[in-house]
């Protein structure tokens, strides 16, 4: 038998990280293990081609929470995170619509094409900045169940009733609207220009299988409003080093707070006992034991893969086999000999330090859904197209670079399945695709890594290749993530718990779910 | 009219909102995008050009150009070594800085001085009674800052000298494209970087060289917002923002000796005598009456200044440099003088003077800050000077 620990966190992606930093500093000696060979799940940076790192899966961070860079001082442990400041959108025309730094700037680029979006927009974002408030207090918050008559649940719901109270009326519609609309319907109660409507609503489908015209994307647009770098909400940035160096600071900082952390240490079963978890045991054979066990991997694996269905109540392994993940995207990452030339911007401008956005209308994005919604993958996808080494050049040997795409749609569940041959196809659409954009872009790929649902599965675990843990929607959010009464972190069996993205208050490098379930377990479980 | 650098006619077309300052009589870029926020992350992450031309110097040659050097300086002249430089503060008769910069020995017998203020004068009074050349470059040299962690990398391509070999707050003569340059491991950042002195004839020859080897690794021209962040993070003081210079101060309680402004390691015990020698020891042996020191404002403190009216917190991306009232218990005990968000460190931070004691690290006071149109207290953390110290820098 190994040494024993108190608490054992499995997975060392960055919700798991969080988990055991806030376990250790709350005195509990922690111990992680991670199956992979790399820290940090789906945030990783890899040099899978010599001499070029890829930000393989997560790309760019902005919802991290601030409470835990300062709790954990991210920044002394390799925090370091770049400012994003661009997205532009070609346009099919050749034209071009973008979104600067500056908000002056940005607001006369729109009056070129819409002087009544331009006007629009200021208002809209007010609005989303009230939404994003109103949101705020809800993301630190332990999920209080409706059904239940706890003193603690009582005192959560009337705490939250009181905060929608204070919204007032004007507020409390938009977030219900938002809650509950297309985000497509959404944007046109505010907007006229398409290429402006369809940016704006690619923040909605992103990691859901559903079209920007399907209800409830509205809220997966405002998740991703909800980000504050230095006090400002839906700031976005990219971490110095890519998003690998976000999990690997997170990891020095668990270090530093006596945190033990191991690598190539794959978690079988967790070992239950009369209904208490007692430890786990590593493929292989090796047990640990400990009191406490955290599962920071998605709810399918927590309760059907790393605990027998039949420690667990009926109810619950129903809720967690119709949970929906329905892996919708993929990603693209190409090693290049130089820069892309966009047509609409030809030579080397400021563009191509922020975002290049593959959304020129709504009919667009829905057309890549109907693809993806009969079983193929989008033959002309959304795109979210970045180039960290514009701004990061150590991502990249000197003049060389590298170009992280986020594809939509890749379904999970691909007519026939993926195999090699679709794989590369699935590429070969979204080079095709980004070269009506930008000629130049194949003769410059160096390397090119295509991942589907099936190979984000396989390389991370994460179910159906899902990249939030399970979809953002309104079904699966808050008191019902991942299943009625069991959003509190807790499971069925004593002294096992989940920390992953599958919980609340879920996906995008945030940490939330890490941090909140750490606090309770530091809270009920002495 | 304000004077333009030797580089300004590569850095106007650069300045895309025409947001030019004022400095030393000189007009120099703020920034060069709206928002300073690209080149402040240069400056951290890669590397920044900074045109720093407006900086005063002067060749001192002669006889006894160490000696007047030395007289007028509070560092020990005699221990500078050929091909080193010192940062030092230099004071008046009562001890109070007059002004700080670089002394840099170039060979033998001869040296360069920088400073923030015009000099000239200062530097013909203390060689009264010596033979010493004093010579005025400021005009004639154009200077630029090549600041961030790849700065090495950059120069290792186009300068003709072993880089490696170049050690913190070393200097060489050398070439870059085949320009004569002297070079320096100095800078205002904290960080890496290295300064680079040429004739104004081959200033944009030399812009040109380094834009052109910089390109691979994200070489970015950056303005005066951006440098003030970095050197803010580094705790480096600015003459006329963290102190006044006693040939300036219109009062005796504005003037400053080295040890209230975090300048007491700069100021040799054991040297021969010197501007300010006696009043200097005095002080030392009774105890500084300021300090001067970090202060980290406490997140959650400010947070809930800003809650209370219903908005998240605001930050500037650009330093601030104006008094503030620092309180502990109540009561005043000193002022900060500049302060900023680090992008870096996510921290509000400031530089402050604060009475004795209350400037040990770890005391806790409170900085006057205005939210919504209120003067508000927010708590803060004395902190040791520098908040940012980066092994690279020395390494």
Same mark, same amino acid.
């Given at each position: ?12 992606? !960055? ?112 609005l989303m900045?009230h939404m994003a408030m109103a949101v705020?207090?809800i ?15 009582? /005192?959560?719901?009337?705490?939250l009733g009181?905060h929608f109270r204070s919204l007032g009326a004007e507020r409390f519609h938009a977030l219900h609207k938002l809650m509950t609309m297309s985000s497509?319907d959404y944007?046109?109660e ?25 209800p409830g994307t509205a809220y997966v647009l405002l998740h ?65 034991? /400990? ?120 379904? !999970? ?33 160096? !390397? ?26 309104l079904q699966?959010l808050f ?7 069991? /959003? ?39 | ?169 070393? +200097? ?119 300090? +001067? ?103």
């Open positions: 038998m190994s040494e024993r620990y108190d608490a054992i966190v499995i997975g060392g992606g !960055h919700n798991g990280l969080v988990a055991a930093a806030y376990l250790a500093r709350g005195g509990r000696k922690t111990l992680v293990l991670e199956r992979r060979h790399v820290l940090g799940g789906a945030s990783v940076t890899e040099e899978i081609f010599p001499g070029f790192k890829y930000t393989v899966f997560s790309y760019v961070v902005s919802l991290l929470r601030p409470e835990i860079i300062r709790d954990l001082d991210l920044p002394a442990h390799g925090l370091q995170i770049l400012p994003l400041e661009s997205t532009v959108t070609p346009m099919d025309n050749g034209d071009y619509l973008a979104g600067w730094a500056d908000p002056d700037e940005t607001r006369r680029e729109l009056c070129r094409h819409s002087p009544r979006d331009a006007d629009a927009a200021v208002v809209f974002g007010r900045h705020k207090p993301l630190g918050m332990l999920p209080p169940d409706p059904t239940s008559l706890s003193p603690g649940d009582l /005192a959560g719901l009337l705490k009181g497509a944007l046109d505010w907007f006229e220009f398409g290429p402006l409507k369809a940016t704006k609503s690619a923040s909605g489908i992103i990691g859901t299988f559903l079209g920007p015209r399907s991703h409003y909800m980000g504050e770098l230095d006090g400002a909400f839906r700031a976005w940035g990219f971490q110095k080093g890519g998003t690998g160096a976000i999990s690997e600071s997170i990891a020095s900082a668990a270090r530093a707070q006596g945190v033990t952390i191991r690598t190539n240490a794959a978690v079988e079963r967790v070992l239950v006992r009369n209904g208490q978890a007692t430890g786990v045991v590593l493929e292989g054979g090796e047990e640990i034991p /400990a009191r406490t066990v955290v599962s920071g991997l998605d709810p399918r694996l927590t309760f059907t893969r790393l605990v027998e269905p039949k420690e667990l109540p009926e109810s619950l392994v129903d809720a967690v086999r119709r949970f929906k993940f329905r892996g919708s995207s993929g990603k693209v990452n190409l090693a290049l000999s130089g820069l892309p030339n966009f047509t609409c911007l030809p030579g080397e401008g400021p563009h191509l330090r922020g975002a290049i956005s593959i959304s020129p209308s709504i009919e667009y994005l829905e057309r890549a859904y109907d693809d993806a919604k009969y079983g193929e993958f989008s033959r002309h996808p959304y795109m979210d197209v970045v180039i960290p080494s514009m701004i990061d050049p150590g991502m990249a040997p000197p003049g060389k670079h590298v170009m992280s795409i986020f594809v939509q749609y890749a379904p !999970h569940n691909l007519n026939g399945g993926w195999n090699d041959e679709k794989r590369e196809a699935f590429g070969d659409a979204v080079v095709d695709t980004l070269a009506r954009y930008a000629p130049n872009i194949k003769s410059l790929i160096l !390397h090119r890594q295509v991942l589907t649902p099936d190979d984000i599965e396989r390389i991370t675990g994460l179910t159906e290749g899902n990249i939030f843990q399970g979809e953002l929607a699966q008191f019902l993530r991942p299943a009625p009464q069991w /959003a509190k972190y807790r499971t069925p069996i004593r002294g096992y718990w989940q920390c992953g993205a599958g919980t609340h208050p879920g996906g995008g490098i945030m940490g939330a779910s890490g941090r909140l379930a750490a606090n309770e377990i530091l809270r009920t479980a002495p | 009219m304000l004077k333009t650098s030797p580089f300004h006619p590569r850095t106007s077309p650069l300045v895309r909102a025409q947001t030019w300052r004022r400095w030393a009589g000189y007009q120099m870029a703020s920034a060069y995008d709206p928002h300073p926020d690209r080149e402040y992350a240069a400056i951290r992450n890669a590397a920044a050009l900074i045109d720093v031309s407006a900086l005063y110097k002067y060749r001192i040659t002669g006889r006894d150009a160490m000696r007047l050097l030395d007289r007028t300086i509070t560092r020990d002249m005699t221990k500078l070594k050929p091909g080193q430089v010192y940062y030092t503060p230099w004071c008046d008769g009562e001890g109070k800085v007059v002004d700080d910069g670089t002394v840099t020995r170039l060979d033998e017998s001869s040296y360069r001085l920088t400073s923030a203020d015009s000099s000239l004068r200062w530097l013909h009074l203390n060689a009264a009674g010596m033979s010493a050349g004093i010579e005025d470059l400021s005009e004639r040299v154009g200077a630029l800052s090549l600041q961030g962690p790849l700065s090495r990398a950059i120069l290792s391509k186009v300068a003709a000298t072993d880089m490696a070999a170049l050690k913190y707050f070393r +200097f060489v003569d050398t070439t870059i494209a085949g320009i004569p340059v002297g070079l320096s491991r100095t800078g205002y950042t904290g960080d890496l970087g290295y300064e680079i002195w040429v004739e104004a004839d081959r200033a944009v020859a030399l812009w040109d060289a380094l834009a052109e080897a910089g390109k691979p690794y994200g070489l970015t021209p950056a303005g005066i917002w951006a440098l003030d962040i970095a050197r803010i993070e580094a705790g480096l003081i600015m003459m006329d923002v963290d102190y006044f210079s006693s040939h300036h101060a219109l009062t005796e309680a504005r003037k400053s000796s080295p040890y209230e402004i975090n300048l007491g390691w700069a100021v040799s015990a054991g040297k021969g005598p010197f501007n300010g020698r006696r009043a200097l020891a005095a002080e030392r042996a009774r105890g500084p009456a300021w300090g +001067f020191v970090g202060l980290e404002i406490e997140w959650e403190s400010f947070e809930r200044l800003f809650a209370r009216h219903g908005l998240p917190p605001q930050i500037s991306n650009v330093a601030w440099r104006s008094s503030a009232p620092v309180y502990d218990a109540g009561r005043q005990v000193g002022y900060a003088t500049s302060g900023c968000w680090s992008p870096l460190l996510k921290k509000s931070l400031a530089l402050a003077h604060l009475r004795a004691p209350h400037f040990a690290p770890g005391t806790q006071v409170e900085l006057e800050i205005t939210v919504e149109h209120r003067r508000e207290r927010a708590i803060a953390a004395v902190r040791k000077l520098p908040f940012f110290d980066p092994e690279r820098k020395k390494a």
